[in-house]
């Protein structure tokens, strides 16, 4: 299978695509043409476990270039790093509503559903293309996707890893998460600036031809383990394939039935993905997007306008605090008709006068597949609140806003004369533990200050067993202290001392 660039110019393989990461005229790859998922083949996939469900949907799209077997095998490896015997478990709590947990990997986020098969994926690809250069991710992470990369990419040979984050703009243990890490491949910087300013940058690192030349002469590439990058997008597709097989094999429905989606989103990927299964072949009737207080897209999918001269805010699910979703534009591009011309355009109007508009005929293509909704901080709390003192079921907040966003969805769609009885699935995208101090005062109006003192006192209200993993933050030195301007030169001057070799060391941890 071929892939293309969303602003045209460019055919390139999967390998290619996933090495490249960005295409070279800053457009996001997407694939020639969709595959599909037979009837047959979902009928297989019934008897089959995650990783051979997972290998089959990857398959579809980069078996060609790197083999079925290969991605069974590493699929197998990737999902063995998970807690429990289903990486993906679906939980029914009442009625129409599943929750679909996908935080039981080691960084306790979704990101590790795509992270832990990237690397062998990237491996592969060079080995295909017959690229010797040593690789460099570069990330812009809102929380959980440096973390992910981080340890997906530890100590990976010809590997090299850096990540930007905003300055005060992820929560207390994802910062931890990030700043003890090991490996000698490995470099983190917070950015005085929110996501978007780490991601503008980033890009901008991408495209720029003087920038990559410098890294050349060190025989250094960039790739991305962001969404932006297919390698990372083409895991999750999965999950929804998943979701769907585990309701139909326990008799909540026939196979063919409709179900909808709830996705909390902030840069757009996690969504697409469920968009992706239904090109796919999967009976989906509706995909629900889920914004906090940040609500650019869920005023883009009332208005079919994409304005972001906007106030921004800090909330208490901060891996959706962005304005600028990058994935949309692979959307956006399928709407026009894959118009790549007219998604140049836009992306270079967005970025020079922060809005674009489409047209009417684009939103009702969108409007057939797609929801929008947003939660207050109020709103999320109540939500959270509301499920866990009549199920006894925590969540974290960026599920709690997915959940507030699902509440205003069943509403709508259920009547007191017409009952809605489609399923419903919210993803649910990172454990409880990740945000303690926020996830416990929703539940109990306990307010802390510190977030180890949380995670005692939520284990204490819900008696969830707190990961090892988060719990060890707590003696754990911070290794990684650097914090740069929001500025491009300095970012980029960072990124080449790492790139020449500059490690920081790991501090004693006596």
Request: hydrophobic share 40%.
């Amino acid at each position: 299978m071929y892939f293309i660039s969303t602003r045209g110019g460019e055919k390139v393989t999967g390998a290619q695509a996933i090495v490249q990461g960005l295409a070279k005229n800053g457009g996001l790859y997407v694939p020639e043409t969709f595959p599909t998922v037979t009837a047959e083949e979902m009928t297989a996939m019934m008897e089959m476990n995650y990783p051979e469900r997972a290998a089959l949907v990857l398959g579809k799209y980069l078996a060609d270039d790197l083999g079925a077997d290969f991605l069974k095998e590493v699929c197998e490896k990737a999902y063995a790093t998970f807690e429990g015997d289903d990486p993906v478990p679906l939980v029914k709590i009442d009625g129409e509503l599943y929750v679909l947990e996908l935080f039981h990997g080691p960084t306790c986020a979704f990101k590790d559903v795509a992270l832990t098969v990237l690397p062998y994926l990237l491996k592969k690809s060079c080995e295909v293309t017959g690229i010797k250069e040593e690789i460099m991710i570069l990330t812009a992470t809102s929380g959980d996707t440096g973390k992910a990369a981080l340890e997906g990419f530890r100590d990976v040979p010809g590997v090299k890893v850096a990540v930007f984050y905003p300055d005060e703009g992820v929560a207390k243990m994802q910062r931890l998460q990030m700043c003890i890490q090991d490996g000698n491949n490995v470099f983190v910087s917070a950015v005085k600036g929110n996501f978007d300013d780490c991601q503008r940058a980033v890009k901008k690192l991408f495209s720029s031809e003087e920038f990559n030349a410098d890294l050349a002469k060190k025989n250094i590439r960039l790739s991305s383990a962001n969404s932006i990058n297919f390698g990372r997008l083409a895991p999750q597709i999965a999950y929804y394939f998943s979701a769907y097989l585990d309701l139909v094999s326990s008799e909540q429905i026939e196979m063919g039935d409709e179900i909808d989606f709830v996705v909390p989103t902030g840069n757009f990927g996690d969504i697409l993905a469920g968009w992706y299964a239904k090109q796919m072949g999967l009976p989906v009737r509706k995909l629900v997007c889920a914004s906090n207080r940040n609500k650019v897209l869920a005023d883009f999918f009332a208005k079919g306008e994409y304005d972001v001269k906007r106030n921004f805010f800090r909330t208490m699910s901060p891996s959706m605090d962005i304005l600028v979703s990058s994935n949309l534009e692979r959307l956006l591009f399928e709407v026009s008709g894959r118009n790549a011309e007219l998604t140049a355009s836009r992306m270079k109007q967005l970025a020079e006068q922060k809005y674009y508009a489409i047209t009417t005929e684009e939103k009702a293509k969108i409007d057939r597949d797609f929801v929008g909704g947003f939660a207050s901080e109020d709103d999320t709390v109540e939500a959270m609140y509301g499920v866990f003192d009549e199920y006894g079921y925590a969540m974290d907040t960026h599920t709690g806003v997915a959940l507030a966003v699902y509440d205003s969805y069943k509403l709508a769609i259920d009547t007191e004369d017409h009952p809605d009885k489609t399923p419903i699935v919210v993803l649910s995208t990172a454990n409880p533990y990740k945000f303690p101090q926020d996830v416990l005062y929703a539940l109990s109006g306990n307010d802390v200050k510190d977030s180890f003192k949380g995670i005692k006192r939520l284990n204490l209200l819900t008696a969830m067993k707190p990961p090892k993993c988060l719990l060890e933050l707590r003696y754990r030195p911070l290794r990684f202290k650097t914090v740069v301007a929001n500025d491009l030169q300095k970012m980029a001057a960072e990124v080449m001392k790492f790139a020449d070799g500059e490690i920081i060391p790991v501090p004693d941890e006596k």
